[in-house]
């Protein structure tokens, strides 16, 4: 694109135009060429949309019983098996109990996506934090960045697991079984995940902070607090962006692993993972009802996975323009 | 060098022992009870007495202390005696699992072989189906190759093993009939026919694991090859005329495999953890399914060896990891 | 020379084959699969039935039960009666005599020695035995001669058949065990892991939680068993792939305790590679009516204990109507298939305990009607029955299950159609039964008008099982909310019933007094309201024969007789 191309574009403009290259736009330009993360998002979008308003539309109670309308095949059945019992009434089939398939995807998929968002703000928040703290205060950064290196050496899985059966029993107590949970799972997967985030953080952090726009800054006596919040943080979110997909992706994994091993949510308590593990062993009779929920994890995954590497392209300016 | 990994490593003593209280307590805390899978027809007094021989009855500082002497005095004692046929050991108190009233280490000795056969296999293959696809996607970045070489990566990291493992079972083991369901761990290998036995029984939980560590290492090989061949050596080797190929495999092959090596060291604790839903899945019963036995039947003794086994592989190769990074890479000095 | 003797050979394989049929190891290996893997194969140190059943092929007891519950010798000449002399009159003693020649594994001979020693070791205060039970009351173990033993009770034992009878408490060898004794016990690894034994299998390696290899018993009572030369009892997974394993694959050839849903094991039983088997213990899924008002408006003290009667559920044409509403064979159609049958009996089995009960069988929704009609309950305007202001209004609790809330589901249209209101609900298992007296959602506290759960007995012998429902032994809150009689049930001619029982040893007279017993609290009063009697299910491939399941000892009792199918 040449000058003069710009100038002609401009004169045909009838408000005023925008500054040149403005970073976001940029990035948007970027991010628009990436077409699996442009498909990625939409579909993360829509999923999300499904599941918060899914209800609404789908009225059915997932956890009805209809012991009559048991085994329902899904409508697409019908394609190749013409005596497949299909109704109308359940699209993505029943239950071996009768409970319809699509309105515990429904449920199921808010569960999962809750869990995943919250545990992965979670994690990003104390990440942060810890990453911001280690690499703008000098004293702070040893014990901090010796802490980060103990709790990384601690075998995640196991712990996990060791912390869900302790503090399973007490949350219950206070919150409800299903709200304890919750709160359970997303807490160990946030704490036992934040240790990347504060890595690259930090070390984002310690470059920047011998710029020159942070010396200015610290000149003119703009307090540390200030610092980080207007100079430093807007200049680390490229980082932080694409650990919060990979956050996002293994919270969801790591939930419905936690219930395949069943140390999960409770068994009338439908989440992706939940319903997964349920259906192994019908799996030959009804592959959907393994396949449906299992595609459900694996594109939100895929699709957080490749929104992840889009905004990575999109906002390094390195690669950007290239 | 030889300072930074010896102060390194006298660092990682008091937070080992630091880590090893962390889970001790965290245990300690844990409401279980080793006697739930005892049925319930037992009657409460019998139940009691039998937690008094597990030695629960003893306070929780002399506990911790008579573990730490068992892992860190008289384990390494009996590796020895084993070794050299020596007799240090002999009559003293070794860590024993509340399960099977057996020391936990000859477990783990026992476990060690197919663990490391599947899921040590799994990551060279892995590693091996990686690289390439890394180097040429990067290479050719936005290509349909790399395209295609992204989603299949990405499906990789996607799609959980309890997916992937009941369904290949399902095609291969039940429709075909291709590959044994469960894996024999008391299969010996002594000539070629029992050596495709045991292939035959390895493809599957080789293949569900080697997907993971292909997507891992293939996403990470093509960021750091990225990264290098923008540089400015790259471009002053091709304009002093160097054939593309040694450019490429040389050149910037060599400078991107320092992160790469250090990623692929990291993950070696991994190997020896085990990996839990596989093994369960495929029923290989190694290191990781007995960790997961040991935590439903509340075997304390055996949970805080092994985690915290693993939790010392992760903290030395770690340390492996920083010094290879050092010597790779000779910009980097520690000081 | 050598193409003759091997003409030779050929011949004399094809004179031997139909005879190697009965020769020890002649039909190659066998492989087991119990989707729980055993971890030690000492009975006295595990509880669990994975190690029990495992150590079962390893070491005997004096005698077993079989499939049908009656008791049959294995080391012992023959089984200890009052009529044969071998229980004393007074009932406090028994005496044992063991086979004459028999041998352990390892080559030296069985005596009653051994037998003593099995008593003092798991009696030894401080070894933790598991099976402490089966020796309660044992007095002392006297040696009478080298093949005769005898077990002194402290007081009078209408049934002596503890020690030594069945899977959990098998001889085991003295010179092995010597050094392990109490404290000592858990560091016998070797002896643990691979006790020596007289069973028809020897261990040649144990991994833990994991794979046994076992080879034939050299030395075994039976010179022509067992059939196979090898075992590998392979352990760990989950009962899914247990079953494939046998039903789907044939990779093995026996798996243990199919709890899988109807349906899955009908389409793996489709594989055609082997047969899912089914038999019958004491496990009863029953209905439990709340004889006591659990209305959360009365106080702690009162609310669910025998001072306030419940509302409708104490008056007995109403539990009996709630009963008569219940299709058992569609409840055993939907939940347990093969694995279980419907039943009217609190005791369901070994048949000679049974009662002849088969009132309950068919659903009758009219008569159940026409009963709640007659003893005035209306029907209100909202399809509800009511009498002087109380309406027929039920809490149904349960613990979380898929069988179990398509039971509640199935029951509470049944209960509808009756004028019967329900309101459903269900708890995690581990709250349910978790014992915790400050939870308001244990099965003891039973805060709900009826609930459901399944309960059984240990070993063939009714007595602890029907004394639980004794007057005052119900769970209340002077007890810490323990006690076994869960409906608060209380009738003083039961309790009568239930001392006799304690002191009758004649076999005949326990049978028709438990009987009688178990009648008194299901038909006469609908306060237990069984409903299915589930019964295990395991697969055996169809190559293999000899397999009768059994429920009342170990699995493997008779595995000797196991053999391939040619």
Redesign the interface.
């Known amino acids: 694109m040449t000058e003069q191309d710009q100038k002609i574009e401009a004169l045909q403009d009838d408000g005023p135009l925008e500054p040149p290259h403005s970073q976001w736009k940029d990035v948007w330009h970027q991010f628009r060429k990436h077409k699996?993360a442009l498909i990625g998002g939409s579909f993360l979008l829509l999923v999300t949309l499904g599941v918060l308003l899914g209800e609404y539309i789908w009225t059915i109670d997932p956890q009805k019983?209809d012991?009559r309308n048991k085994?329902v095949r899904p409508l697409y059945t019908f394609l190749w098996d013409s005596g497949a019992k299909v109704q109308w009434a359940h699209p993505l089939g029943t239950d071996?109990?009768g409970r319809d398939a699509l309105a515990n995807m429904i449920v199921g998929g808010r569960t999962s996506m809750a869990v995943g968002w919250v545990a992965m703000i979670l994690a990003l928040s104390i990440g942060t934090t810890v990453g911001v703290i280690a690499g703008y205060f000098r004293r702070l950064d040893g014990p901090l960045m010796?802490f980060t290196?103990?709790v990384?050496?601690?075998?995640i899985?196991?712990?996990l697991?060791?912390?869900v059966?302790?503090f399973r029993?007490p949350l219950?107590a206070s919150f409800g079984?299903e709200t304890g949970m919750f709160i359970l799972i997303v807490g160990v997967v946030g704490i036992t995940s934040w240790m990347q985030t504060a890595r690259i953080v930090r070390s984002e952090v310690l470059a920047l902070k011998e710029r020159e726009f942070i010396l200015a800054a610290r000149s003119i006596g703009t307090t540390p607090g200030a610092i980080i919040r207007r100079h430093l943080l807007p200049n680390v979110i490229s980082p932080i962006v694409v650990s919060a997909t990979l956050g996002l992706?293994t919270a969801i994994?790591t939930e419905?692993?936690l219930s395949?091993?069943g140390v999960g949510f409770?068994?009338?308590f439908p989440t992706w993972?939940k319903m997964?593990?349920d259906s192994?062993?019908?799996?030959?009779?009804y592959p959907e009802r393994?396949v449906l929920p299992?595609m459900a994890?694996?594109?939100t995954?895929?699709s957080v996975?490749?929104l992840g590497?889009g905004l990575r392209d999109a906002l390094d300016p390195?690669?950007r323009g290239? | 060098m030889l300072t930074f990994t010896i102060r390194r490593l006298i660092l990682s003593v008091p937070?080992l022992l630091?880590?090893s209280l962390?889970?001790f307590l965290?245990?300690e805390?844990?409401?279980?009870d080793p006697m739930a899978q005892v049925p319930l027809t037992v009657p409460p007094e019998v139940k009691a007495k039998m937690r008094e021989a597990l030695g629960l009855g003893e306070p929780m500082h002399i506990r911790y202390w008579k573990w730490l002497v068992q892992f860190f005095w008289i384990e390494p004692q009996v590796l020895f005696d084993n070794m050299f046929g020596t007799t240090f050991a002999e009559g003293k108190q070794r860590i024993l699992s509340w399960q099977t009233r057996s020391p936990v280490m000859d477990m783990v000795a026992q476990r060690l072989p197919q663990t490391l056969w599947v899921v040590g296999l799994s990551y060279i293959v892995g590693i091996l189906i990686a690289l390439p696809i890394g180097i040429y996607s990067a290479y050719r970045q936005y290509s349909v190759f790399d395209?295609s070489g992204?989603?299949i990566t990405?499906?990789g990291?996607?799609?959980?093993p309890?997916?992937t493992g009941?369904?290949l079972i399902?095609i291969f083991a039940?429709q075909l009939g291709w590959f044994p369901s469960v894996y024999d761990t008391t299969h010996v290998v002594n000539d070629w026919d029992s050596f495709v036995i045991q292939l035959r029984q390895m493809i599957m939980p080789v293949m569900v694991l080697a997907l993971q560590t292909t997507a891992q290492i293939s996403r990470f090989m093509r960021a750091s090859m990225?990264d290098n061949l923008?540089q400015d050596y790259v471009r002053t080797a091709r304009a002093k005329g160097l054939p593309e190929h040694i450019v490429v495999m040389v050149h910037v092959l060599r400078n991107s495999m320092i992160p790469v090596v250090t990623a692929i060291a990291l993950g070696v604790p991994g190997i020896f953890?085990g990996a839990?839903?596989t093994e369960?899945v495929f029923k290989v019963n190694g290191i990781g399914a007995q960790?997961?036995s040991a935590?439903f039947a509340n075997d304390l003794p055996s949970?805080q060896t092994?985690?915290f086994m693993?939790?010392v592989l992760?903290?030395v190769f770690?340390l492996i990891a920083d010094v290879l990074y050092g010597v790779l890479d000779p910009r980097i000095r520690y000081d | 020379m050598k193409i003759k003797s091997l003409m030779l050979g050929a011949v004399a394989a094809t004179a031997l084959a139909p005879a190697a049929f009965a020769e020890r190891g002649a039909d190659g290996h066998v492989n087991i699969i119990y989707w729980q893997a055993p971890s030690i194969l000492n009975p006295f140190l595990s509880g669990g039935t994975k190690d029990i059943e495992s150590a079962s092929l390893v070491i005997e007891p004096l005698g077993r039960y079989d499939p049908n519950g009656a008791l049959i010798p294995y080391l012992a000449e023959e089984i200890p009666t009052v009529a044969n002399g071998g229980v004393s009159e007074d009932l406090t003693s028994i005496t044992w005599k063991l086979k004459s020649g028999l041998m352990w594994s390892d080559g030296t001979a069985v005596t009653s020695a051994d037998v003593k020693f099995t008593a003092d070791y798991c009696m030894h205060p401080e070894g933790g035995c598991a099976q402490l039970a089966k020796f309660d009351g044992v007095d002392s173990v006297e040696v009478i001669d080298d093949l005769t033993v005898k077990v002194m009770f402290s007081e009078p034992k209408p049934n002596p058949y503890g020690p030594f009878m069945g899977g959990q408490s098998p001889i085991i060898q003295a010179a092995q065990f010597a050094d392990c004794l109490g404290a000592k016990a858990p560091e016998c690894t070797d002896a643990n892991f691979a006790p020596i034994g007289t069973g028809p299998f020897v261990v040649d390696e144990f991994k833990p939680n994991d794979v046994i290899s076992m080879s034939a018993n050299p030395n075994y009572r039976d010179a022509s068993k067992p059939a196979f030369a090898t075992l590998t009892f392979k352990g760990g997974g989950d009962a899914?792939a247990a079953g494939r394993a046998v039903l789907e694959t044939g990779e093995f050839d026996y798996a243990w305790n199919l709890q899988?849903?109807p349906?899955?094991l009908a389409?793996m039983a489709e594989g055609g590679k082997g047969t899912p088997i089914a038999a019958f213990g004491s496990l009863v899924e029953r209905l439990e009516m709340n004889l006591t008002d659990p209305s959360p408006n009365l106080d702690a003290d009162t609310r669910a204990t025998v001072k306030a009667p419940h509302p409708f559920l104490s008056e007995l044409n109403v539990r009996k109507a709630l009963s008569m509403a219940i299709d058992r064979n569609l409840l055993v159609e939907?939940g347990y298939g093969q694995a279980g049958r419907p039943t009217c009996n609190l005791v369901p089995g070994p048949a000679v305990y049974a009662s002849d009960n088969t009132d309950c069988l068919t659903q009758d929704i009219a008569g159940a009607n026409a009963l709640l009609d007659e003893a005035g309950w209306a029907m209100g305007s909202d399809g509800v029955r009511e009498k002087d202001g109380v309406r027929l209004s039920i809490l149904y609790q349960t613990s979380?299950?898929?069988v179990r809330?398509?039971f509640q589901?199935?029951i509470k249209q049944w209960w509808s159609e009756i004028g019967v209101e329900t309101e459903l609900r269900?708890l995690?298992a581990?709250?349910f039964f978790g014992g915790d007296p400050g939870s308001p959602d244990t099965f003891q506290k039973f805060y709900a008008d009826v609930e459901m759960y399944a309960n059984n007995f240990d070993g063939t012998d009714p007595q602890a099982y029907l004394s639980m429902y004794r007057c005052g032994n119900e769970p209340k809150p002077e007890s810490q909310w323990q006690g076994e009689n869960i409906n608060r049930f209380c009738d003083p001619e039961y309790d009568k019933l239930i001392d006799e029982l304690s002191r009758t040893s004649d076999l005949e007279t326990r049978y028709a007094l438990s009987k009688q017993m178990n009648e008194m609290l299901t038909k006469e009063t609908y306060t237990i309201v069984p409903l299915v009697d589930r019964g295990r299910v395991s697969a055996h491939a169809n190559s293999l024969g000899g397999v009768v399941l059994n429920t009342w000892d170990s699995e493997l009792w008779n595995v000797a007789d196991w053999h391939r199918i040619k």
Do not use: E
């Not at chain 2, 805390?29 to 279980?32: D, E, H, Q, S």
């Not at chain 2, 990291?157 to 959980?160: A, D, G, H, L, V």
């Open positions: 699996g019983l012991i085994d071996n109990l010796r290196d103990l990384l050496s601690l075998p899985l196991p712990l697991l060791v912390a059966t302790l029993d219950r079984p992706a994994i419905s692993a395949f091993l409770p068994p009338d993972g997964l593990a192994v062993p019908r799996m030959d009779q393994v299992g994890i694996s594109l995954v895929l996975n490749y590497d390195r690669i290239r | 937070t630091f880590i962390i889970i965290l245990l805390l844990a409401p279980g395209q992204t989603f990405m499906i990291f996607s799609i959980p309890f997916f009941p369904l399902m039940v990225l923008n953890g839990i839903i369960v960790l997961l935590l949970v092994l985690t693993i939790a992760i903290v770690n | 899914t899988l849903a349906d899955v389409k939907v979380t299950n898929a809330q398509d589901a199935l269900n995690d581990s709250v």
